[in-house]
């Protein structure tokens, strides 16, 4: 009896513990959930309503659809730069010229200033002459013609002896040389002009100070990448055209010159431009092949007519050596004239008389400075003027 009585107490307890365990949870599913959240009841159908039809759009009642355009890039072309006049830009330039010749100036200077020119004081004057790169035989007649016109005109001051010899240096650049460049149209085609010399003297970029002479002086200019052995120097070409709105003619790196040359003559023609500047590769005087090869580019460009001008760029620091570059080049392609660069660095000026009077070419151009209208025609008077610097 105990048992049972135990038994029905124990079923009583789980009883009750089941009922206090699904009560709560009944009452929990019957609150709003928490959070602020509610839950959205469907909306009552109405069975009885007729169903609502929508109208099919049609593509022409659509708004028309607006697709935003892109501007078009814009090329940005440099601005066309206009080169100073030519003319007495020697002079103008000539401040630079003495700085760099004061050296030349100042020795004589010295020499001159003396009471009396005795031996030693003439042999000074031809040691500064050779020294500025006159040459020795030039010199020798130079000096000369001083002393015998001092001895028979009887001049005493240093004034008198400066002028005197200033006139003796000009009297030995040949001032009635012809040193007009020859660029002008004829014969239906453009003036051809064509640039030549040695590596590192200053081709490329005296070509893009050329193109700013002709310009200056009322040409027009088409340029010819004839220097295909280095990309840089068609890029730095192009680019001297560019500032001055000429056109430039080249071909793929490594293409054959003389046939750049000759589309480039061609083009001009075509054009009808003035003048045809030719760009040609650096090469040695002693390279047979090299040499060759630019005596190539001359006849291939001969066949649309004779070549005008030929330029020999010469760099005025190289003294002396500039006279055998000057002769084998004229040798292999006929050189006209010569353009003597950096002489804003240099007291070697005297090359100048060298070089006319050992090759009789003349010196049509001088280039003194960075700047890219720092090429000048050369004048022989404002030249020596520049030369003797402050000696006076």
Same mark, same amino acid.
């Given at each position: 009896?105990?048992? @049972? !009585?135990? &038994?029905?107490?124990?079923?009583?307890?789980?009883?009750?513990? /089941?009922?206090?365990? *699904? @009560?709560?949870?009944?009452?929990?599913?019957?609150?709003?959930?928490?959070?602020?959240?509610?839950?959205?009841?469907?909306?009552?159908?109405?069975?009885? /309503?007729?169903?609502?039809? @929508?109208?099919?759009?049609?593509?022409?009642?659509?708004?028309?659809?607006? @697709?935003?355009?892109?501007?078009?890039?814009?090329? !940005?072309?440099?601005?066309?730069?206009?080169?100073?006049?030519?003319?007495?830009? %020697? $002079?103008?330039?000539? #401040?630079?010229?003495?700085?760099?010749?004061?050296?030349?100036?100042?020795?004589?200077l010295s020499v001159l200033s003396r009471d009396h020119l005795d031996e030693d004081a003439w042999e000074e004057i031809e040691d500064t002459l050779i020294t500025a790169d006159v040459g020795v035989e030039a010199t020798q007649v130079i000096v000369e013609r001083l002393r015998e016109r001092v001895r028979v005109l009887g001049t005493r001051t240093?004034?008198?002896?400066?002028?005197?010899? &200033?006139?003796?240096?000009?009297?030995?650049?040949?001032?009635?040389?012809?040193?007009?460049?020859?660029? /002008?149209?004829?014969?239906?085609?453009?003036? $051809?002009?064509?640039? !030549?010399?040695?590596?590192?003297?200053?081709?490329?970029?005296?070509?893009?100070?050329?193109?700013?002479?002709?310009?200056?002086?009322?040409?027009?200019?088409?340029?010819?990448?004839?220097? +295909?052995?280095?990309?840089?120097?068609?890029?730095?070409?192009? +680019?001297? =055209?560019?500032?001055?709105? &000429?056109?430039?003619?080249?071909?793929?790196?490594?293409?054959?010159?003389?046939?750049?040359?000759?589309?480039? $003559?061609?083009?001009?023609?075509?054009?009808?431009?003035?003048? $045809?500047?030719?760009?040609?590769?650096?090469?040695?005087?002693?390279? !047979?092949?090299?040499?060759?090869?630019? =005596?190539?580019?001359?006849?291939?460009?001969?066949?649309?007519?004779? *070549?005008?001008?030929?330029?020999?760029?010469?760099?005025?620091?190289?003294?002396?050596?500039?006279?055998?570059?000057?002769? *084998?080049?004229?040798?292999?392609?006929?050189?006209?004239?010569?353009?003597?660069?950096?002489?804003?660095?240099? #007291?070697?000026?005297?090359?100048?008389?060298? *070089?006319?009077?050992?090759?009789?070419?003349?010196?049509?151009?001088?280039?003194?400075?960075?700047?890219?209208?720092?090429?000048?025609?050369?004048?022989? /008077?404002?030249?020596?003027?520049?030369? %003797?610097?402050?000696?006076?």
């Amino acid at each position: 009896m105990e048992y @049972v !009585v135990a &038994a029905v107490i124990l079923l009583v307890v789980l009883i009750a513990g /089941a009922v206090g365990l *699904v @009560v709560p949870r009944m009452r929990r599913r019957e609150l709003p959930p928490q959070g602020g959240t509610t839950t959205l009841e469907k909306p009552a159908v109405d069975e009885q /309503a007729p169903p609502v039809v @929508v109208p099919p759009v049609r593509d022409e009642e659509l708004p028309p659809l607006i @697709v935003e355009e892109k501007p078009e890039p814009v090329e !940005v072309k440099p601005e066309i730069e206009q080169p100073e006049p030519t003319a007495g830009r %020697l $002079v103008r330039l000539r #401040a630079r010229l003495s700085r760099s010749q004061n050296m030349f100036g100042r020795g004589l200077l010295s020499v001159l200033s003396r009471d009396h020119l005795d031996e030693d004081a003439w042999e000074e004057i031809e040691d500064t002459l050779i020294t500025a790169d006159v040459g020795v035989e030039a010199t020798q007649v130079i000096v000369e013609r001083l002393r015998e016109r001092v001895r028979v005109l009887g001049t005493r001051t240093a004034a008198e002896v400066r002028a005197q010899l &200033a006139e003796e240096l000009t009297a030995a650049l040949e001032p009635d040389m012809d040193r007009a460049l020859k660029t /002008a149209p004829h014969d239906g085609r453009p003036g $051809v002009m064509m640039v !030549v010399g040695v590596n590192g003297a200053g081709k490329t970029t005296t070509c893009g100070k050329i193109g700013r002479v002709l310009i200056a002086d009322g040409r027009s200019v088409l340029f010819g990448a004839a220097d +295909t052995f280095r990309a840089a120097a068609a890029e730095q070409l192009a +680019t001297w =055209g560019e500032r001055v709105g &000429a056109e430039t003619v080249r071909g793929p790196e490594g293409a054959d010159p003389a046939s750049v040359a000759f589309d480039a $003559v061609k083009r001009g023609i075509e054009i009808g431009v003035d003048t $045809v500047v030719i760009d040609t590769a650096g090469r040695l005087q002693n390279k !047979v092949g090299l040499m060759d090869e630019l =005596g190539k580019v001359k006849r291939v460009v001969e066949k649309h007519g004779p *070549v005008d001008e030929t330029l020999l760029i010469l760099d005025a620091t190289t003294g002396q050596n500039g006279l055998e570059q000057a002769r *084998v080049f004229t040798e292999v392609v006929d050189v006209t004239g010569v353009v003597l660069t950096k002489l804003d660095g240099t #007291a070697k000026g005297g090359i100048v008389i060298a *070089v006319q009077r050992k090759l009789g070419i003349p010196v049509k151009l001088v280039g003194l400075g960075e700047g890219p209208d720092d090429l000048a025609p050369f004048e022989p /008077a404002a030249f020596v003027e520049a030369l %003797l610097g402050g000696a006076a």
